[in-house]
């Protein structure tokens, strides 16, 4: 975990693609080892707004992991071990009204899991390779997403003059595929907001780990409830990403700089009180 002038720190966290962070100089490239496994790349730390911030891309450099393949727990483990404590997370979205379509950005304030199978908790009791054991911890997730990160994205979108959607539901869904018509109809009817892939389980394991989590949802396509035509393709949700991420990255870089320098959230004390077993976990 050096580059070989001491140990790479960073205080801010962002998982998304690659586009992010490419233009930034002076970066550095750490290789973290994690108790889960391999997080998706190496991690890419360079400065931004002053601050030491970590890049990680979630899907692996060109774009080698599905959703339900990305090693949450790895990721996650990966930017704590580094020292952040406040998490970006952009990610890629299908608009599940017909106002909110492709360049739409939201910042949801609610989160729905429909996916299947994906290991989403820190605390399941199972021996870590160290022959520790974590304890069965109970995380409250009723406001999923950290209000700081939440303001600082939104006033860093209007500074953009990209006005934002203030709130939100996400339903999270196992992918690889996209929704059926009736799928996304009912998430429609639900009153949820935009659809994804990867929303879950990182914003849970970031409470887990007493770390603030921010997503940041870029709507590309509308959904197939909400368009008539033959419904949404993987390289139409790439084209779209493409020529909205210059002003993603304006948006992202300008909250970084809006983030509080302490946090006054919540979510620092998400495991007050608790012992979580895990090797420097607040609660420990
Ligand atoms: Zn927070």
Redesign the pocket.
């Known amino acids: 975990m050096t580059d070989g002038h001491g140990p790479v720190r960073a205080e801010v966290g962002v998982i998304g693609g690659s586009g992010l962070y490419e233009l930034l100089d002076d970066v550095v490239e750490v290789r973290v080892e994690t108790p889960y496994g391999q997080p998706s790349d190496v991690l890419v730390v360079g400065e931004v707004a002053g601050l030491p911030v970590a890049f990680l891309p979630r899907h692996g450099r060109g774009h080698r992991l599905p959703p339900h393949r990305i090693n949450y727990r790895a990721n996650l483990w990966a930017l704590h071990s580094l020292g952040v404590r ?1 998490v970006l997370g952009p990610c890629a979205v299908g608009g599940l009204r017909p106002g909110f379509g492709p360049g739409t950005l939201l910042v949801p304030d609610q989160l729905v899991d429909r996916t299947s199978g994906r290991v989403q908790t820190f605390y399941d009791g199972l021996p870590l390779p160290d022959g520790g054991v974590p304890e069965v911890v109970h995380v409250s997730m009723a406001d999923p997403y ?4 939440r303001a600082a994205a939104l006033e860093a979108a209007g500074a953009a003059a990209w006005e934002p959607v203030d709130g939100g539901t996400m339903v999270v869904i196992e992918g690889p595929r996209f929704s059926t018509r009736a799928e996304s109809r009912w998430f429609t009817a639900n009153g949820w907001s935009v659809v994804g892939m990867t929303g879950h389980p990182e914003a849970v394991l970031a409470r887990e780990l007493g ?3 921010t997503s940041i949802a870029l709507v590309t396509d509308l959904d197939a409830g909400v368009e008539s035509g033959q419904g949404v393709t993987h390289a139409e949700v790439l084209a779209e990403f493409a020529r909205n991420v210059e002003r993603l990255r304006t948006v992202l870089f300008k909250a970084i700089g809006l983030l509080p320098a302490e ?1 006054a ?4 004390q998400a495991l007050d009180g608790l012992t979580t077993g895990l090797p420097g976990v607040p609660g420990d």
């Open positions: 406040q950290c209000p700081a990160g770390l603030c989590y946090r959230c919540p979510c620092g």
